[in-house]
Structure formats: C-alpha cells, structure tokens
C-alpha cells in the first residue's frame, strides 16, 4: 500500500540553529513531492514542489530550503533558523493528474 | 481576494444539526479536495471531486463546475465532527498538481 512517513512530529529549535526535516513516500514510484507550511492561524501555503529527483521548484522566498536526494525522499532544510519559520510543516505526494493527494502526518516546529 | 474562498469560517452547531460549509474558486480548476483536519494538526482527504456529487457515510459533498461553487454537507452531526474543514482545488494545465487552499471552516459540535 502506498503510505506517507514525515518526521519528527514536533519540534522546538532555538534562532539560529539548523533544520532538517524528512519525508519518505512508501508503495510508488515517481511522485510529485510538496512541501507546504501552516503558520499560525493562516491556512496552507505551498512552499516547494517537485515532480523528479533534483527538480525542485520554490514557491515563495524563504529562509528554507528542500532536495529531492532519492526518487521517494523530500528533505526541507534550513542553515539558520528564523522566529518566522514557526508553524506546521506538511509533506505531501501525488501521482497523476487528476489522482489523490497525500499528506504526511506533519511537523510542528516552534522556534525560540 | 483569495482564489478559493470558504464561508463560514467558524461554526458552532449542536450534536445532531445538518451541516453545510461551502467553497467558491475563481480559477478553472481540474479537482476539487475537501480536507479534515484535527487539533493535532494531521490531515485527512475526505474527497477528490471533478463533478457532481460524493457521498462517503454522513459526509457529502457536491460541486457546481459552472457556477465554480463546492459544499460539505455533515448529516446528524458529532462532536466528533469537530475539526477544521479546508477546501483546497487543483487549478487545470499544470504539470505539478500544486493546491490552493481555502483558509478553513472550524467546525464547533457540542453535545
């Protein structure tokens, strides 16, 4: 069956320090990955998609950063974190048009 | 103006009241995803729609493609019910099925 895993589920990191969260996709082969962010009390907004390995297409300017090191595997990083980049981080896949969507279970970050 | 828009944004009803949430889109679209999601966070597709009308137990939803219009509808709802509700639509011709949500509908059932 085709499952979604995205870890850690919660997350408090201080300013300035690294980031790294990871999503791995089970049970398909070449999905389109998305990255999407839930600030607080606003709705879901896409931060990077990609439809290949290394293909990465960014939606708004931001502090972060993802990669696509593997076929099934979305990585969203960042070198210094910002007081902003608080919220909950949501991995998703798709496979064709028209087809279901995905979502992780989520990461809520807190930065202090 | 946001592309997909959601009224109303916080409802209260008591346990057993018919819900409706609805969802208007300005864009030509290729589906439409009603979401769920809980306190925690987590979020669930409840339906996938392109036309016409789903049902899934005491959940359904319809979609007017011409009049670019969406509802939830929630019969003999429960607390359990409780949760925010997102409209989210795949805009058509696009390579990456990038969604656009809707800021969510939170749902109150009180018992």
Redesign the interface.
Known sequence: SQTIHQWPATLVQPVGSPLSLECTVEGTSNP?L?W?R?AAG?????LF?S?GIGQI?S?VPQNLSASRPQDRQFILSSKKLLLSDSG?Y?C?W?VT???????G??T?LTVV | KNEVEQSPQNLTAQEGEFITINCSYSVGI??L?W?QQHPG?????LF?L?SGKKKHGRLIATINIQEKHSSLHITASHPRDSAVY?C?V?PGSQ?????V????TRLTINP
């Open positions: 389109n998305y999407y839930q606003r709705g879901l907004q896409l998609y439809v297409s939606e909950f949501l998703a798709s048009r028209g087809g279901g969507y995905t979502f279970s989520g809520r | 290729s589906a995803h979401l966070g987590g979020i669930v597709s996938m392109s997102i989210a795949l390579g990456a099925q990038k969604l949500f809707g800021q969510g």
